[in-house]
């Protein structure tokens, strides 16, 4: 939100976290072995209990880019959000199938006492990953592909 023509820190947070991301390479480039990706989160209060619905979807490797963040979903939040950019680097690093777990949100917001307060949203979540055979790269199998059609 504008205040007076200047950005909020949220959105300034925001701003500077989506040019990381613009910024980085596809998921396609930068982790050539990974064939697919299908990810579920499910956003979950402080105490734990599940808050609203769960999120499930294909990842399209050649559009994510590898700052693998999601929103916080705290509409006050300024400096949170969840990077699994690393858990996901980690996952690949180790050619794992299933990488699972949970962050908590570090940012912080303000109370309606302009009190500052942690936010502490939590992100479960479930990284199922699928290889290119070792030795076959993504561009390999593509032309393997248009050799037999």
């Known amino acids: 939100m504008k205040h007076n023509g200047k950005t909020s820190a949220r959105q300034q947070y925001r701003l500077?976290?989506?040019?990381?991301?613009?910024?980085?390479?596809a998921l396609s480039e930068k982790y050539r072995d990974?064939?697919?990706?299908?990810?579920?989160?499910?956003?979950?209060?402080?105490?734990?209990?599940?808050?609203?619905?769960e999120i499930k979807y294909d990842v399209n490797l050649d559009v994510a880019r590898s700052v693998f963040s999601f929103n916080c979903p705290n509409a006050e939040c300024i400096g949170?959000?969840?990077?699994?950019?690393?858990?996901?680097?980690?996952?690949?690093?180790?050619?794992?199938?299933?990488?699972?777990?949970?962050?908590?949100?570090?940012?912080?917001?303000?109370?309606?006492?302009?009190?500052?307060?942690?936010?502490?949203?939590?992100?479960?979540?479930?990284?199922?990953?699928?290889?290119?055979?070792?030795?076959?790269?993504r561009k390999a199998t593509t032309a393997k592909r248009h050799v037999h059609a």
């Open 80 to 137: 949170g959000d969840f990077d699994l950019s690393d858990e996901l680097a980690r996952a690949i690093r180790t050619r794992r199938k299933l990488a699972e777990g949970e962050k908590c949100c570090q940012g912080w917001y303000r109370r309606a006492t302009s009190e500052k307060a942690d936010c502490r949203k939590l992100l479960r979540y479930t990284l199922t990953l699928e290889y290119h055979r070792r030795g076959s790269t």
């Open 34 to 53: 990974l064939k697919s990706l299908k990810v579920r989160l499910a956003y979950c209060g402080p105490e734990g209990t599940l808050r609203g619905t």
């Open 16 to 25: 500077e976290r989506d040019q990381r991301v613009k910024e980085s390479p």
